[in-house]
Structure formats: structure tokens, C-alpha cells
């Protein structure tokens, strides 16, 4: 069941999202965490970042694990999820997570960087929380529309809403065609999956996700049948629902 949780703005939504994945890895302090990139994370990253730097929780023994990937860009380009991972999070963390699974889109072998993604994930997981942001299509991760709910990590051709919105990640202009993403598989199988989303521009497709048909056309309406998954929203991407 996707529990909803709508918070006043997109500070409180960060907060309440980070108090969760304390939560979460204080109950399973040898577990696996996984964050997306981009903008809709970034203030959970931040508020998880200063509660682990107060000793709110102990990361030591926690593995950490990368959602997804614009295939072709390095861990240190600018509007790389890899870049995200270390400016907002490795960075400024006072601690070190046990073991970390950063995935290189610009792996010579993309396929082994799959397998090695898979593997990470079999060794150290389930996921113990997986935090998602809802693309305006629906789309989880770069699970995009259409997506076999049944694979674990793959390679996936960018859907065309995905390549509107990914220019305002770049510095320069780049034109990534395709993405390798967690499956939707090994985010199922998470033990609590957080779906964030804020601002009006989301209303519409969170009240599909949230309230719809469960379809692979909005691949985030599969978490309607987790059992323990939370939409977490500020009240403009409520307003919908
Ligand atoms: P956004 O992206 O944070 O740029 O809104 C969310 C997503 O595409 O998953």
C-alpha cells in the first residue's frame, strides 16, 4: 500500500523523508540505502547529511548504492547522478558508509557495469530503503514508460519527456540517449521505498502514480503494491490526489 504523507513545502517534505531513512537505518544498520539524483532529493540528502554528521545514526556498517545513470557521463560531469553522489553526499558526510556502489555511465563495458550494479545490489541487499524522485512521466529512476516491471538492472533507451527535462542538469549541452537504471524488480523488493515529489508541475502525475491504474505506462504506480512504500509530497504535488 502506498501510505501518502503530504507535507506544507518542499523543506518539511525533505525533513520528514529524512527522518524516515534514519529511521529505517537505525532498525538495519548493516543494510543497503539507495538515493536518487537531481533536484527533487536534494534537501532529504542534505537533512540525512547533517543528522548523520550528529550522530543521529551510524553509517559504518551501511552499504550505499546509486539509482541510476545517464550512460556516456563520468562520475565527475556536471548533471551526473555520480557528481550528485559526491558533491551532496560523500563530501560533506563526516563518515564513510562500509562499502558504496556508484554507478559509471561512462564504463568502457556498460554491461558489466550492469552486472556489477546487480551484483552490489545481490550481495548487500534488499534494499533496506530506496528513495525515488517520480519523473513527469512516471518514471522511476530511468525506468520509463513501458518498462518490464520484472528486470533488475538494466539499459533503457531515455523516454522523450526524460530528454525535455534533462537539459537543465547540464552546464554544456548533452544529449544522453540512453540511461542504466536499478530494476524495478530490486526496488520492489526493498524492505521501504520513499516516492518524493514537489511542486505543481507534479500534481498531475502523482495523482496518476498515487491513484491510478496500476500500469507500466506510469511505472511509479507499481509502488501501490508495495507493502510498505510512502509518498512523501509537498501540497502542490498534493493538490491532485
Ligand atoms: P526532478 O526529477 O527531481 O528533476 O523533478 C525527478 C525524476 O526524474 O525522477
Request: charged fraction near 20%; aromatic fraction near 8%.
Amino acid at each position: 500500500m502506498l501510505n501518502i504523507i503530504v507535507c506544507k513545502n518542499y523543506e518539511e517534505m525533505s525533513e520528514a523523508a529524512a527522518r524516515s531513512v534514519l529511521e529505517s537505518i537505525r532498525e538495519t544498520p548493516d543494510g543497503l540505502l539507495s538515493f536518487p539524483g537531481g533536484d527533487t532529493p536534494l534537501g532529504m540528502v542534505r537533512a540525512f547529511v547533517r543528522d548523520v554528521n550528529a550522530g543521529k545514526a551510524d553509517i559504518s556498517k551501511l552499504h550505499y548504492v546509486s539509482l541510476d545513470e545517464w550512460v556516456g557521463l563520468a562520475s565527475d560531469v556536471v548533471g551526473s547522478c555520480g557528481k550528485f553522489n559526491h558533491d551532496n553526499l560523500f563530501a560533506p558526510l563526516k563518515y564513510s558508509f562500509a562499502d558504496k556502489f556508484v554507478i559509471n555511465g561512462a564504463a568502457a563495458d556498460i554491461e558489466a557495469e550492469r552486472r556489477a550494479l546487480n551484483a552490489f545490489i545481490e550481495k548487500y541487499g534488499p534494499l533496506t530503503v530506496s528513495v525515488l524522485g517520480i519523473g513527469m512521466n512516471g518514471h522511476l529512476g530511468f525506468n520509463e514508460s513501458g518498462v518490464d516491471f520484472d528486470l533488475d538492472a538494466h539499459i533503457i533507451p531515455l523516454d522523450e519527456v526524460t530528454k525535455g527535462v534533462m537539459q537543465k542538469y547540464f552546464d554544456v549541452e548533452r544529449h544522453p540517449t540512453q540511461g542504466i537504471t536499478q530494476g524495478i524488480r530490486q526496488i520492489m523488493a526493498a524492505k521501504k521505498v520513499i516516492l518524493l515529489a514537489n511542486g505543481a508541475h507534479k500534481a498531475d502525475i502523482v495523482a496518476r502514480a498515487a491513484k491510478g491504474a496500476v500500469t507500466n505506462e506510469v511505472p511509479a504506480s507499481v509502488l501501490q503494491k508495495h507493502p510498505n512504500s510512502y509518498l512523501i509530497v509537498d501540497e502542490a504535488a498534493a493538490s491532485k490526489l
